[in-house]
T-cell receptor, first 113, second 108 residues
Framework: DGGITQSPKYLFRKEGQNVTLSCEQN?????MYWYRQDPGQGLRLIYY???????QKGDIAEGYSVSREKKESFPLTVTSAQKNPTAFYLC????????????FGSGTQLSVL | EDQVTQSPEALRLQEGESSSLNCSYT??????LFWYRQDPGKGPEFLFT???AGEEKEKERLKATLTKKESFLHITAPKPEDSATYLC?????????FGTGTRLTIIP
């Protein structure tokens, strides 16, 4: 079945540590996105990529980094510079861009130890 | 600033009691209005896209409508399995801006 796979489901970060969230898709989609979801808030865009080897900052990119070396993969690194990383992180993809429907992964819950 | 506002924040209905959820937005230049359903601990699931005022789309007990400044998600004779958070989002400047959602609970 085609879809988006996020791993791990739960992740814990220690003070000063960088952690990487995995996102893989087999839908042959060009565009991929990372969103952050906090309780009582809407989804906020962290980074997005519309083509391999290119990505753009979203609304809340500070403290995060991404790479897009392969069409299928769009990992997100939460760096130690992100002072409030506890949130539910969602990866999504669309065929070509933001004006089409997004397909979401099942999410990663990141917590700080 | 692009804003998407959803109301109410939470809604509790008896099974079979029809109602509507609202999504309003600022800024012109709509490039699509999207509705998603999200179950607890899961990623959102796509429901509808609307592109122009007057457009309507239906799926089972759900119907989405669009005017120039707002969209409604009508739920007719809901069942307990319709309980979820419903999110709307609008497309603008190569990204989607999401509202905070309406948490819908259907009581058997």
């Amino acid at each position: 079945d085609g879809g988006i796979t996020q791993s791990p489901k739960y992740l814990f970060r220690k003070e000063g540590q960088n952690v990487t969230l995995s996102c893989e898709q087999n839908l042959n989609h060009d565009a991929m996105y990372w969103y952050r979801q906090d309780p009582g808030q809407g989804l906020r865009l962290i980074y997005y990529s519309q083509i391999v080897n290119d990505f753009q900052k979203g609304d809340i990119a500070e403290g995060y980094s991404v790479s897009r070396e392969k069409k299928e993969s769009f990992p997100l690194t939460v760096t130690s510079a992100q002072k409030n990383p506890t949130a539910f992180y969602l990866c999504a993809s669309s065929r070509t861009g933001a004006y089409e429907k997004l397909f979401f992964g099942s999410g990663t819950q990141l917590s700080v130890l | 600033e692009d804003q998407v506002t959803q109301s109410p924040e939470a809604l509790r209905l008896q099974e079979g009691e029809s109602s509507s959820l609202n999504c309003s937005y600022t800024v012109s230049g709509l490039r699509g209005l999207f509705w998603y359903r999200q179950d607890p601990g899961k990623g959102p699931e796509f429901l509808f896209t609307l592109y122009s005022a007057g457009e309507e789309k239906e799926k089972e007990r759900l119907k989405a409508t669009l005017t120039k400044k707002e969209s409604f998600l009508h739920i007719t004779a809901p069942k307990p399995e319709d309980s979820a958070t419903y999110l709307c989002a609008r497309g603008i400047r190569e990204k989607l801006t999401f509202g905070t959602g309406t948490r819908l609970t259907i009581i058997p």
